[in-house]
């Protein structure tokens, strides 16, 4: 059984911020992409930012510049650095990750979400 546990959400001023934290657990024997998610009630879940096995970074351009994604491969932990937060950064962000467990033969990943953890900024 593979879990993502998000935490590091709360409620933080405008111009704050917030380092959010997925720890991935269970037996698996690959992690691959991971990325960060959020989502408003009544709205899509929007991609905010990924990194690849290799460090690779992609953001949204909502975020750039203010958000840095980075992660741990030795503790299966995937972070979000969040800075100068805006109200429309309000949102249930969402880890998710490529895992693969498989004991033996070809790599297959298939895709894990965490619970989601709250970040809203409001003064």
């Known amino acids: 059984q593979v879990q993502l546990v998000e935490s590091g959400g709360g409620l933080v001023q405008p111009g704050g911020s917030l380092r959010l934290s997925c720890a991935a657990s269970?037996?698996?024997?690959?992690?691959?992409?991971m990325s960060w998610s959020r989502q408003v009630p009544g709205k899509q879940r929007e991609l905010v930012a990924s990194?690849?096995?290799?460090?690779?970074?992609n953001y949204a351009d909502s975020v750039k510049g203010r958000f840095t994604i980075s992660r741990d491969n030795a503790r299966n932990t995937l972070y979000l650095q969040t800075n100068s937060l805006k109200p429309e950064d309000t949102a249930v962000y969402y880890c998710?990750?490529?895992?693969?467990?498989?004991?033996?033969?070809?790599?297959?990943?298939?895709?894990?979400w965490g619970q989601g953890t709250q970040v809203t900024v409001s003064s």
């Open positions: 269970g037996s698996f024997r690959s992690i691959g992409t």
């Open positions: 990194i690849t096995t290799g460090g690779s970074t």
């Open positions: 998710n990750a490529a895992i693969d467990t498989r004991r033996y033969g070809p790599l297959v990943y298939a895709q894990y």
